[in-house]
């Protein structure tokens, strides 16, 4: 594999679009240092949109994003004007924020922070190394079964009535296949990014226990969604068991 070392610097506004500026940033470094392998550079493009997002709602100054590339380590720093430490959050099942460095923990091979006088930089490292069974874009595909059709029983075929429920619970609670995903990865973590990435791409549906995993974060979605509806009445009753503004008789 040829890879070309690579130093690029880019100034983003504090704008909540610059992480999809930072992304295409670093798929355009990535592909320029002969980095191919899909999983690194989906993988570096989640988490750079994740620090990036992190700088601009938390220390609202313009970021600058750093790509280095030295043979097979990539290294992405983002630097911005706040000099208040990250800090890794205790996530509920239920949270719906405060993921971003949760997802960097989990997927980079190493990360930290440095804090100076201007502010501070959080950096991420990845190494360019294909997981086991990754197929690479262009290479050949995986060998095919040679037994019968493949049907439920088979391992990779999820129910279609699983997958089905689960798209009706994603609209049922109104959040978005994104939102549904993040939950999903907080579950899964490492392996679960690496199945979906195949997923998404096109190359072999979930397997029955990815699907149950998507199932779970729905299912603690829901929970979450209960409890706040019960907080929420329980906070509108009267002490006389009569709703606010209730006309008594």
């Not at 979605?221 to 709703?243: F, Q, Y």
Request: glycine content about 10%; proline content about 9%; hydrophobic content about 40%.
């Amino acid at each position: 594999m040829n890879r070309t070392m690579l130093d690029t610097t880019s100034r983003l506004p504090p704008v909540l679009a610059s992480a999809a500026s930072a992304r295409h940033l670093v798929r355009d470094a990535l592909a320029q240092a002969g980095i191919d392998c899909w999983t690194t550079v989906d993988t570096a493009m989640l988490l750079v949109s994740e620090v990036v997002t992190n700088a601009v709602v938390h220390a609202n100054t313009p970021v600058e994003v750093h790509i280095a590339v030295r043979g097979p380590v990539v290294r992405i720093e983002a630097h911005d004007g706040s000099t208040t430490p990250p800090r890794l959050p205790h996530l509920d099942a239920g949270a719906t924020s405060g993921r971003g460095l949760a997802m960097v923990d989990e997927l980079a091979t190493s990360w930290g922070s440095v804090v100076g006088p201007d502010g501070k930089t959080v950096w991420f490292e990845l190494r360019d190394e294909p997981p086991d069974g990754a197929v690479m874009p262009g290479g050949p595909a995986p060998a095919q079964s040679t037994g019968a059709d493949p049907g439920p029983s088979d391992p990779r075929v999820p129910p279609s009535r699983e997958a089905d429920a689960i798209e009706g619970g994603r609209r049922e609670l109104g959040i978005s296949s994104m939102q549904l995903w993040l939950d999903y990865l907080a579950i899964g973590g490492r392996a679960s990014w690496v199945t979906l990435q195949g997923y998404l791409r096109g190359d072999a549906p979930l397997p029955p226990a990815e699907v149950d995993r998507l199932a779970q974060a729905l299912d603690d979605r829901r929970m979450t969604r209960n409890e706040i509806l019960v907080t929420d009445a329980a906070s509108t009753s009267t002490p006389s068991g009569r709703t606010a503004g209730a006309p008594g008789r």
